[in-house]
């Protein structure tokens, strides 16, 4: 059956899901801000035991969150826990089960290089854990559909536990406002549009009409031209990006760019000229090594 509005302690699907992404951010920040605790004392040991500190700092997390609590951080913030009916023992366990699920995922190739020196047991094992991972991700997408359909259990391990969602505050049930979603779809389709037009905007064609009506210091301070061709120097710098030009090539004009600020250039713009003096590049034949 279906979960309904009017079920006591009926929450969101919305929310359900709101709640496992905030569990993420929130362990996220956690974690960032332990490693900016210790970055002035060297990281080569948080590198080498990262697996052991993520289910170190998870597991206390999570102890004093959903085990004391019968909340994670995201349902506490979205006024979310778990049935009173479920026992402290059984959420004891998911806390294992999920943190130590994780480090087994992670140190399974380190336990069996360390284990066995068998070529052929150690290409089996990774074989069987792509296996498994592949199996749990389809079943996590099964589950899914059965959360959206059914409206409980957004994780295969809570649909394992028997770990059922309920609003801890039943008169302060999520709602989502018709305003709300037009102004999220709206701002999302205005970001899509942007991600598809500006690839297709020449920005550099632009950049070089900038260049050319703002004189720049370099124009001022530059040396008239002669056919003796471009010099390179200490001081020299590309004329399209004004850095010290990385594979300094030259274009039949005075100056030089890099190999990548030239070639993109031309490639996004026939027409390109030289922003310094306005030599046009009549074939990428000129485009030489400098």
Known sequence: MMTSPDNKGYVPRISQLDSLFLNNEAYSMIKTQLLSAVKYTGQSFVTKLE???DALLQYVVLKYTIEKGRSSV????LY???EDTVTTQ???NYVL???LGKWIRHRVGFITYSATKNENIKEATGHI????EIVYKAIEVINLLVFLYKGSYPSFLERVFGLRHVSSDPESVRKISYEYFTRELLWHGFAELLAFILPLINLQYFHSIVRKLVPSLSEENSEPSDDSGPTFVLQTTCVVCNSHPILPHSFGCQHLACYFCIHS???SDPSFTCPLCGHQIENKVQIVPA
Do not use: D, T
Request: proline share 4%.
């Open 51 to 53: 697996p052991e500190i």
């Open 74 to 77: 995201g349902q506490q913030l």
């Open 80 to 82: 979310i826990k778990y």
């Open 90 to 92: 059984r959420l004891r």
């Open 97 to 99: 089960v999920l943190v």
């Open 129 to 132: 854990v792509n296996v498994i």
């Open 265 to 267: 250039s031309y490639s």
